[in-house]
């Protein structure tokens, strides 16, 4: 019975402590957890733009399906977020890229770690979110 009880207050203050961890923006933690408020929108065309930061994906896909995350600065000046699912290939910035379409998939993709210091205020700004093929130029 002590055993019982040791364990179970050892397991509670153990999450309680981890629960307490932040990274330092409230920010930060949330951006993903609020991707339903992202504006979502299919290209029409080809594309090209700059990268202004990309994160790749943390593993490749298999039985989840995974994705990369793109900032790109359009020709015309708008700044969007790209998903490219299954995307393995590094983008450096400033580096110019071709984006193309891809329909919005029905079961949403493992998003790169938001927990990373990923340009997140940056990422916490743009809200016109697509779903492309992101492949050098």
Not at 73 to 101: A, G, H, M, W
Not at 104 to 126: E, G, Q, R, V
């Amino acid at each position: 019975m002590r055993i019982s009880i040791f364990l179970f207050l050892f397991i509670a203050i153990s999450n309680f402590g981890y629960s307490q961890q932040a990274t330092g923006d409230a920010r930060i933690d949330s951006v993903y957890d609020k991707r339903e408020k992202w504006n979502y929108f299919e290209l029409e065309n080809r594309t090209v733009g700059e990268v202004i930061s990309h994160k790749l994906a943390e593993f490749a896909c298999g039985k989840i399906s995974t994705a990369s995350i793109t900032i790109v600065k359009l020709q015309n000046n708008d700044t969007i977020r790209v998903i490219s699912i299954c995307n393995t290939v590094i983008f450096k910035e400033n580096e110019y890229i071709n984006l193309l379409p891809e329909s919005i998939p029905l079961i949403k993709p493992t998003l790169p770690s938001a927990n990373c210091k990923y340009d997140n205020i940056l990422d916490a700004i743009i809200k016109n979110t697509t779903y492309a093929r992101v492949v050098k130029q």
